[in-house]
């Protein structure tokens, strides 16, 4: 090789060539690098361009053309003019012959090979930091996320526990859909109560908790929950024996209400016993002899009046006297007729309907529930007064024990268990508490979207309705 030609001209370099000077290898290199691993692949072009292509400022390109020779200046300058530098620059061979042609070639070798040395330390930086990523988010992709512990209790027909420990119920015959649906191997471990269910998603021991778990702000800030798949309401069953047992009817006659009716009709009987005393102890002697005797007979002609049967042996002889005998009878017939009405459909619906027809009614009973359920945290919202059980048996038992008078829980189950179970109590028309059940998940859980999806879909299909009607009926 020997000089470089442009347009049938010799063209040389005093120096430097004109390719070398003035360009910031030093900043390039670095920066090019720092570019890709900030920003990606997307600004590359613009690394590859500013490392590899020289386009000096107005100033360098001065410098650069006072280099040149004095019969290639036009040629070089008529190339910049004409924007076509780096085709003139593309068309110029350097001699290496030039020892200092060489040097700056093989500087600018040593440049690009330090460009590409740090291009390829960044790309195998990103390959590292994608596939650590991708190792990271690993439970969202449901083909590799190995086998899941899923935790769950007896609460039919959520969950139902078989004579072989295996599962079935509205939320395990869910659960398996999803399952399916995404691929998921899974196995199912036994828990005692919902709480060591959310203690287990929490604590790492389980990964997904499917039973019936109702959803409340405080279980919310300790795991994460699906979308709820199924709102239902907190029942109250009652005891069905209502014949045999007169307890309810007792409670009702010596309750407070009952005690206030009945004192306020008595204290009327009486002041109209002492008001006829006292216009008709000087001129009738039916209510004279004395206070005691005076008083006396007036209350005693006050409770005779009130039942309607007056004693013609006492009769008031006084004005005042017989004012005081009319307006009473009158009072007397509208108090005994609302105070029986009164009595009667009080006795009449705690026999038909038993203790609890409506929320209020329990303040007045004992109620049961069940510890650690979202019925304990409603009712005590609510100040009433409970007590607890360990499980759905241990409170119908004390139900049929009397020892007591309403067992409080999740409707559905107690609706499932008196109807499957031939238990003896009855449910209630009272629904409180709205609840909705979601699957429980780790906070941290990758796959909670996809089992929304998948829960969505199920929910929608004609499978749904089936799997519901299956297990609660047509209500």
Known sequence: MGKAWVNDKPFSFRSVAVSSIGHPWPQAVPVAGWITLIFGFALWPVALLWAYVDVPAPRQREQRLATVDTGDRKLVDTGLRSGKWLIARATCVVNLDDPMKRATGQSMNRALRSAIAAAVVAIGLIAATSMSARAGTAPEDTAGTGELVVGTK???????????????????????????????????????????LLDGVRAGTFDVAVAAITVTPAREQQVDFSTPYFHTGTGIAVQSDRIASWMPVIRSITSYSFMQALGALLALALLTGVLMWLFERRTNEGFGGGVVRGLSSGVFWSANAMTQRVDASIIP?????????????????????????????????????????????????????????????????????????????DGFEALRKGTIDAFAYDRPILAWMIRQGGLSADLSEVTFEPQDYAIALRNDSGLRKQINIALLEAEQSEWWKDIQFRYLGQN
Do not use: C
């Open 154 to 196: 007896d609460a039919p027909p959520f969950a139902i526990k078989g004579e072989q420990g295996d599962w079935r119920g509205i939320s395990i015959d869910l659960w398996r859909r999803i399952a399916d649906k995404l691929k998921l191997q899974y196995r199912f471990v036994e828990a005692e109560s919902v709480t060591a």
């Open 317 to 393: 002889v006084t004005l005042p006297g017989r004012i005081v005998a009319v307006i009473w009878m009158v009072l007397s017939v509208i108090a005994v007729a609302a105070f029986t009405a009164a009595i009667t459909s009080t006795l009449t619906t705690k026999r038909l309907h038993g203790m609890v027809n409506s929320l209020g009614d329990l303040s007045s009973v004992r109620v049961g529930i069940i510890q650690g359920t979202a019925t304990e945290d409603a009712l005590s919202r609510m100040r009433f007064k409970y007590r607890t059980v360990p499980s759905a048996n």
